[in-house]
């Protein structure tokens, strides 16, 4: 089982997580090319995508879904709630499934388990996916962290976890006052302190991969978020990964 980012950030997302020949992408926030030029650096064609889970209808996350897996054939996933906001996106489209924000389901080899989250959405989610040995939790775009969240966590082999803002640095940064207040809110992002929280209260001791996502390019620094997250782990900060917006990171397997 392995797992790799196309990109993370406020302009585009996308995580790529494979087990056995079934390769499912997370979320996609690119255009065609780019996500094609993307996922060649991975490695990977555009038909070797068996399905794309969304986590909600936010653009950096759907915008790029419907063109792709209309242009390539591939089954799209998506909560109840998403798809009623964004159902007119996929019209024509066959391929297209609901499911509800609790029911795990599976896709070829992978386990599929819904983490429902505290986000300005519809019905976001975010995912633990399994081959039934291995387990690779992704969270990212949520405002506080719940004890559902954190059980879902627990055992996991990797972990891909928001790290959006420096509290500090957003409060004072130069951000209108309600955008700010949206970023740190209960349905907005994960601050760096809030995410460390979240290691110290779950059972980690079976993590391999740490890849802090999500980053704001204005209100973060890497540095910031090795430090926070390494102290919450006792572990050095150079261990644990940055996925950032450009290149996202490669391969890491589990």
């Known amino acids: 089982m392995r797992f790799a980012s196309l990109g993370s950030g406020s302009e585009g997302n996308g995580l790529v997580v494979e087990a056995d020949g ?18 060649a650096r991975l490695g990977l064609a555009p038909k070797a995508l068996t399905a794309i889970l969304v986590t909600h209808e936010h653009s950096d ?4 879904v419907p063109a792709f897996a209309a242009r390539h054939g591939i089954p799209v996933w998506a909560t109840f709630g998403t798809l009623a906001v964004v159902s007119e996106r996929f019209e024509g489209m066959t391929q297209v499934y609901g499911f509800d924000s609790h029911d795990a389901f599976a896709i070829g080899a992978l386990e599929i388990m819904p983490i429902p989250v505290p986000h300005d959405a519809r019905e976001p989610v975010q995912y633990v996916l399994g ?17 559902h969240v954190e059980a879902s966590l627990s055992g996991c082999d990797a972990l891909v976890l928001e790290c959006n803002h420096d509290a500090a640095m957003l409060a004072n940064g130069d951000y209108p ?5 949206r970023i740190a ?3 907005g ?15 980690a001791s079976r993590l391999k991969h740490l890849v802090a996502a999500h980053l ?8 910031l978020v090795r430090a926070a997250l390494a102290t919450a782990l006792g572990c050095a900060p150079d261990w644990i990964g940055i996925a950032d917006q450009a290149a996202g990171f490669d391969w890491r397997e589990v």
């Open 189 to 203: 992002h994960l601050d760096n302190d809030a995410a460390a929280g979240i290691l110290g209260r779950i059972d």
């Open 22 to 39: 079934t390769v499912v992408l997370i979320d996609c926030g690119f255009g065609l090319r780019d996500t094609a030029t993307r996922l």
């Open 61 to 64: 996350h759907v915008g790029g």
């Open 216 to 223: 704001s390019k204005q209100n973060n620094t890497p540095e």
């Open 131 to 147: 081959d039934g040995a291995r387990r690779v939790g992704v969270l990212t775009d949520l405002g506080v962290s719940t004890p």
């Open 185 to 187: 809110g209960r349905f």
């Open 177 to 181: 006052y309600p955008l700010k207040q």
